[in-house]
């Protein structure tokens, strides 16, 4: 074994002298000097080595139209109850609106000509005997105007002796007596619905 001075003296020796670089046999100074001589593949050809990129990336195309069957919104028939009794009126609206419909009332004839100008209902159901404006002069008004004179009006009066015609006159389509059944009126609703065209 050695001496520890001699020991001691060798490491003080090897640190004092000046370290030398490094030589090509390391590594990692061999890859950085060849680094430059290597070939990489072109985009292209690194793209078709891929097996799971053969295709192309795809490209933006407008969408095709809808050349499929028509798209329908079926919207249910909306109906304008006119009546100055407010029991009657009730019943009316609360049966139509169950059986799918959509229900808008009106108590009295002016009334009425409003509600018919802001909702556009598909048919009107209007009782003749009103206190005011009746149920006549309110139907000739609804078809003096351009935007309501199409829609179908269906006459209801308690009084059984008034002749059917007076009503045909007004212009309403047809004309009931009253006390109707709910289900009833629903009957002939669709009726005129279907001879309007609005079913």
Known sequence: ????????????????????????????????????????????KAWDADERSRTAPPEHR???????????????PAVLIVDDEPDQLDVYRQYLHF?????????????ALD???????DVIIMDLAMPGMDGFEATRR??????????????????????????????????LRKPILPQDLSEHIERVLLRAGRR
């Open 142 to 175: 609804i078809k003096e105007l351009k935007t309501t004179r199409d829609i179908p009006v269906i006459a209801l009066s308690a009084y059984g002796e008034m002749p059917p015609e007076w009503a045909l006159a007004a212009g309403c389509e047809t004309y």
């Open 1 to 44: 074994m050695r001496p520890p001075d001699q020991n001691r003296q060798r490491r003080l020796q090897r640190r004092a002298e000046p370290s030398a670089g490094p030589t090509l046999q390391s590594p990692f100074l061999g890859l950085m000097r060849i680094r430059g001589q290597v070939q990489r593949p072109a985009p292209e």
């Open 99 to 111: 059986e799918g419909y959509r229900v808008a009332v009106a108590g009295g004839g002016r009334l």
């Open 115 to 121: 509600v018919a100008l802001a909702a556009r209902p």
């Open 62 to 76: 407008a969408r095709a139209p809808w050349r499929g069957p028509e798209r329908r919104v079926f919207v249910p």
